[in-house]
C-alpha cells in the first residue's frame, strides 16, 4: 500500500481559527495512528490577506499543541525554515512550479488564457443574477483565436489562466466521512487557475501540491466539497492520481448559525491567553464532529488516547457545537487532576498578570503560599486565568461592613463571643493543618455552625461567599488569622 501522507496546509491569515485547529488535530491524529507523514504546507497565495507575523504564530500554536509533524516549515530560534524532500512547503515559494503546470494545461486544451476585465466579469455576473442564474464564467475567452490571444499577449493585456471544464456528465467521488457525492459538471465554473498577477489560486495550488507531494488523504473542511469535482477534473487532466477526501463538519454556534465571533472567541490563541491547557483543547476539540463510536459515553481522552480511537469513519457529517461550557467543564477535569507543583508552575505567568497580585507584600508571593492558595482554589479553576480572581483577600487588606459580620439575628454580644470563640480555638491550634482546622472548629461549632462559622468567615475574608473558613484560616496562616479576627472584633 503506499505511504499515508496527509497535510495541514492554513492559510496564513493572523490567527488560529479553531475549526482550522480542529482540522490540524485530525489530521495529526489520521498520520499518528496509521503511522503516515504528517506534512505542515503554507498556503499563502493571497497576497491580499497576507499578515506579518501570521506564519509564526501559526507554528507556535501547534507547537504549543505538541502537534507534531515530519516535514513543511518550522520555527527554529524565532526563524522560518523548511525541512523535506517535498519542498518548498511555502506556496509563494513555489510559483514557478504553479506556472508551468498552467502552462501544460493551457497546450493540452485543459485550460485557455482569460483577458476580460473585472468590469465586464462583474457586469456578466450582474446581468445572470438579473436572470436569476447561478454566476459563471461565460466562456467569452474561449472563443478567442489562438491569433487573438498571442496579439493580446504581445500587447500586454493582463490575463489571467481559467480552467476549461469538462462540461457533460458529472463527476462523482467517495468521500470518506460522506460517502459518494456527486455533482453535475453544468454547474461547474471554468475556474481562475492562475491570477493575472501570477500566483495561482488555492483552486490550482491545492492540486499541484497535494500531488507533487504525494498526499493520500486531503483532510479539510466542507467548504470545499463543492470544488472537488473541479480539484478531481484536473488531476484527472494531468493523468494523475485522485487522492483520498475527508471534509469535517462545519462547527455551529449553540443557536445552529455558523460559528462566529459573536458567540465568543474562535481564535486558538484566545483560549490559552485564558490558561486553556492543551490537553483540554485538543480533548474538546476532537470531540467536535467525532466520537469514538458504539454507544461509548467516554468524554476525557488523553492525546494517547484520542491517536488510539481516532477514526475518519466516525467523524460527523453534521455540524458540531461549539459548546463553551463544556470546554469549561473538561479543563476543570484536568486541572483537578494536575499535582499542586504543576499547578503552580502553569499558574504562574498568570499570577504576574493579575493587579491584586502584584500589589500584594511578598509574603503573599512566596511559591509555598500560592501553593497553598492554588489548593483550596483546584476544584473551582475552570481556567487558570482564575487563579486567586474570586478570592483576592488572600492577598489583599479587607474591608467590610460591620453588618456583614451578624448571623441571622444575632445580637452584637453573642457576635462578639462568637468571634473571640474562633480566636481562642485558632490561638490554641499549634499543629495549623487543614484538616485539624476543620476539625477544631467543626466540634466548636457542633449544631450551631452558622453562629460560629459565619463570623468568623466575613472576618478572615471580608466576603459572603469563600472557601470554607477552615481553608482560608490554613492558607492565611496562623498570624493573619488571628489578625483579622482581631480587627473583626474592634467593630464593637
Ligand atoms: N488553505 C486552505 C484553508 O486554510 C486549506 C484547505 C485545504 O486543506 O485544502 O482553508
Known sequence: MKKIRVRFAPSPTGYMHVGNFRTALYTYLFAKKNKGDFILRIEDTDQKRYVKDALEKLIQVLDWAGFGYSEGVYLENNNVIQKGEFGPYIQSERLDIYKKYAHELVENG???????????????????????????????????????????????????????????????YTDLIRGKIRIENEVLDDQVLLKSDGYPTYNFANVIDDHLMEISHVIRGEEYISSTPKFIQLYQNFGWNVPAFAHLPLLLNPDKSKL????????????????????????????????????????????????????????????????????????????????????????????????????ASDDKKTEEYLKKVLEVEQDRLKNLSEVGESNKFFFQNISYDKELLRWKDMNDGDLKSSLEKSRKILGE??????????????????????????????????????????????????????KRIEQALEKF
Open 110 to 172: 485543459h485550460a485557455y488564457h482569460c483577458f476580460c476585465t473585472p468590469e465586464r466579469l462583474e457586469e456578466m455576473r450582474a446581468e445572470q443574477i438579473a436572470r436569476k442564474q447561478a454566476p459563471k464564467y461565460d466562456q467569452a475567452c474561449l472563443k478567442l483565436s489562438e491569433e487573438e490571444v498571442m496579439e493580446k499577449m504581445k500587447s500586454g493585456t493582463p490575463y489571467v489562466i481559467r480552467q476549461k471544464i469538462q462540461a457533460e456528465g458529472a463527476t462523482e
Open 260 to 359: 462566529s465571533k459573536r458567540q465568543g472567541d474562535v481564535a486558538v490563541e484566545d483560549y490559552i491567553k485564558k490558561g486553556y491547557l492543551k490537553e483540554s483543547v485538543a480533548n474538546f476539540v476532537a470531540l467536535l464532529g467525532w466520537n469514538p463510536g458504539e454507544g461509548s459515553t467516554q468524554e476525557i481522552f488523553s492525546m494517547e488516547e484520542l491517536i488510539e480511537k481516532f477514526d475518519l469513519a466516525h467523524v460527523h457529517k453534521a455540524g458540531a457545537v461549539f459548546d463553551l461550557k463544556k470546554l469549561d467543564w473538561i479543563n476543570a477535569q484536568y486541572i483537578k487532576k494536575l499535582s499542586i507543583d504543576e499547578l503552580y508552575k502553569k499558574s504562574l505567568e498568570f499570577w504576574k498578570q493579575k493587579d491584586f497580585f502584584n500589589a
Open 429 to 482: 491550634i499549634s499543629n495549623w493543618t487543614k484538616e485539624k482546622l476543620e476539625q477544631k472548629l467543626l466540634e466548636a461549632a457542633a449544631d450551631k455552625r452558622g453562629e460560629l462559622l459565619w463570623p468568623l468567615r466575613v472576618a478572615l475574608t471580608g466576603e459572603q461567599r469563600s472557601p470554607s473558613p477552615s481553608d482560608v484560616a490554613w492558607v492565611l496562616g496562623k498570624k493573619e488569622s488571628l
